[in-house]
Protein backbone atom coordinates (compact mmCIF):
# COMPACT_ATOMS: atom_id res chain seq x y z
CA UNK A 1 0.00 0.00 0.00
CA UNK A 2 3.23 2.68 0.86
CA UNK A 3 4.28 1.63 -2.73
CA UNK A 4 1.52 2.12 -4.20
CA UNK A 5 0.41 5.54 -2.50
CA UNK A 6 3.58 7.01 -3.14
CA UNK A 7 3.33 6.15 -6.40
CA UNK A 8 0.23 7.90 -7.13
CA UNK A 9 1.26 11.27 -5.64
CA UNK A 10 4.47 11.20 -7.81
CA UNK A 11 2.83 10.01 -10.91
CA UNK A 12 0.27 13.32 -10.34
CA UNK A 13 2.93 15.83 -8.91
CA UNK A 14 4.24 14.61 -12.71
CA UNK A 15 0.83 14.18 -14.99
CA UNK A 16 -0.40 17.86 -13.84
CA UNK A 17 2.43 19.84 -14.15
CA UNK A 18 3.63 21.70 -17.10
CA UNK A 19 6.40 19.84 -19.67
CA UNK A 20 8.90 22.56 -18.01
CA UNK A 21 7.96 22.12 -14.42
CA UNK A 22 9.82 21.00 -11.38
CA UNK A 23 9.00 18.10 -8.93
CA UNK A 24 10.36 17.67 -5.67
CA UNK A 25 10.75 14.91 -3.42
CA UNK A 26 11.88 14.89 -0.06
CA UNK A 27 11.89 11.53 2.18
CA UNK A 28 12.52 11.65 6.23
CA UNK A 29 11.39 10.67 9.61
CA UNK A 30 9.31 12.38 11.87
CA UNK A 31 8.99 11.46 15.19
CA UNK A 32 7.98 8.16 14.28
CA UNK A 33 6.43 8.65 11.23
CA UNK A 34 8.45 8.12 7.58
CA UNK A 35 6.86 11.29 5.90
CA UNK A 36 7.01 11.66 1.92
CA UNK A 37 6.76 14.97 0.47
CA UNK A 38 5.97 15.85 -2.97
CA UNK A 39 6.00 19.31 -4.27
CA UNK A 40 5.27 20.37 -7.80
CA UNK A 41 4.24 23.50 -10.00
CA UNK A 42 1.20 21.96 -11.36
CA UNK A 43 -2.54 23.42 -11.68
CA UNK A 44 -3.58 22.94 -8.45
CA UNK A 45 -7.29 23.02 -7.64
CA UNK A 46 -9.84 25.15 -6.56
CA UNK A 47 -11.66 25.17 -2.91
CA UNK A 48 -15.07 23.13 -4.84
CA UNK A 49 -12.60 20.49 -6.56
CA UNK A 50 -10.83 19.72 -3.28
CA UNK A 51 -14.72 19.46 -1.35
CA UNK A 52 -15.04 17.19 -4.42
CA UNK A 53 -11.47 14.87 -3.45
CA UNK A 54 -12.93 15.03 0.00
CA UNK A 55 -15.88 13.71 -0.47
CA UNK A 56 -15.98 9.63 -0.61
CA UNK A 57 -19.16 9.52 -2.28
CA UNK A 58 -18.06 11.36 -5.39
CA UNK A 59 -16.93 10.07 -8.57
CA UNK A 60 -14.48 13.23 -9.84
CA UNK A 61 -11.83 13.20 -12.43
CA UNK A 62 -10.10 16.51 -14.46
CA UNK A 63 -7.61 16.54 -17.11
CA UNK A 64 -3.99 16.48 -17.11
CA UNK A 65 -2.17 18.94 -18.98
Known sequence: MLQTSAYK???NANK???KTGVVH??????GGEVMLKV????IGRSA???ARVRNP???YSTFGT
Open 9 to 11: RIS
Open 16 to 18: FSN
Open 25 to 30: FALGKQ
Open 39 to 42: TDQG
Open 48 to 50: EQL
Open 57 to 59: QAI
